[in-house]
């Protein structure tokens, strides 16, 4: 078992590295999303009504 401070800083330091791969995997999501969506023509006349 760790000791105190040495306890309560690995606690902290797997919390921020939890948030971050969070983030990361919600770019990921993000992105995904971007890519898997159809693609709109910018001269596609139906948009212009």
Same mark, same amino acid.
């Given at each position: 078992? =760790?000791?105190?401070? *040495? %306890?309560? $800083?690995?606690?902290? *330091? /797997? +919390?921020e #590295? *939890? #948030? +971050? /791969?969070?983030?990361?995997v919600k #770019? =990921?999501? *993000?992105? !995904? %999303? ?10 596609? $006349? !139906? /948009?212009? %009504?």
């Amino acid at each position: 078992m =760790l000791e105190g401070g *040495t %306890r309560e $800083k690995a606690l902290h *330091t /797997m +919390r921020e #590295q *939890t #948030q +971050r /791969m969070e983030g990361l995997v919600k #770019q =990921l999501l *993000t992105l !995904s %999303r971007i890519e898997a969506a159809p693609v709109l023509a910018m001269n596609d $006349k !139906s /948009m212009c %009504r």
